[in-house]
């Protein structure tokens, strides 16, 4: 069962999220059991070293994370999340696919698979879901 009848619908809803929405955060694909969320990255995602913060990758992935899970099961929060920072983007893009890997009575477990437009795998976000 899914929770939004269409992207744009999924889309106006997300789209009240300001902070994701101002980091430049678009949601490009949903799926009963997949979300699909990007982000061009600019000058405002650096740090001092010049390379993307990790709160940025953070942020696309918990966004593609409440995404999903709030299309398996509304209202849903997050209970648990943890990154894993793989290697440092070296595209101008991030893409952020999040997939359900397990749904069940209470809780959900999101898997976030996050790469930059060159195919580079930059992070993976592992979130636990807490089905209000």
Do not use: W
Request: aromatic residues 10%.
């Amino acid at each position: 069962m899914v929770n939004f009848n269409d992207i744009e619908s999924a889309r106006e809803f997300f789209y009240q999220d300001k902070f994701a929405v101002d980091t430049g955060i678009t949601l490009d694909e949903l799926t009963e059991d997949k979300a699909i969320c990007s982000l061009e990255l600019n000058d405002n995602h650096k740090n001092a070293y010049g390379g993307v913060m990790g709160g940025v990758i953070f942020t696309l992935a918990d966004f593609s994370f409440a995404v999903l899970s709030n299309q398996i099961h509304q209202l849903t929060v997050a209970q648990q999340v943890s990154i894993n920072y793989l290697s440092a983007p070296k595209g101008e893009k991030l893409i952020a696919e999040a997939t359900c890997r397990k749904s069940g009575r209470s809780s959900s477990i999101v898997i976030v698979n996050v790469s930059d437009d060159t195919g580079r795998d930059v992070a993976q976000f592992v979130g636990t879901g807490f089905k209000l």
